[in-house]
């Protein structure tokens, strides 16, 4: 079978199927997203990429940070706030040779 054959069947069924699913569930798809939304609160694991850590680190880092005033999770979510993350955080100073 040609490819472009193949690509027309995928996408015929990929289309049929995420049909269904809004027809039947009424659930909304990705291509019919209007805006982009801003994650704004992450889980620890995304916390600690942000501070270039791996979650174990991060845990382990996290009683020191929090008594050195870094940003609370939230109490029912358990999520952090990136701005606020992101406004504790000291800017990277870069130097050139």
Known sequence: MPTSVVAW???KISARYL?????RHGLR???EMRFKVEIRDVPAALAARRLGQSET???EALPELLARGFPKPDPTT???DLEALDAWCP???HTCC
């Open 19 to 23: 049909s269904e699913l809004q027809n």
């Open 9 to 11: 069947t995928r996408n």
């Open 78 to 80: 358990g999520f952090y």
């Open 57 to 59: 680190q991060f845990s």
């Open 91 to 93: 800017p990277v100073i």
């Open 29 to 31: 798809v990705a291509s």
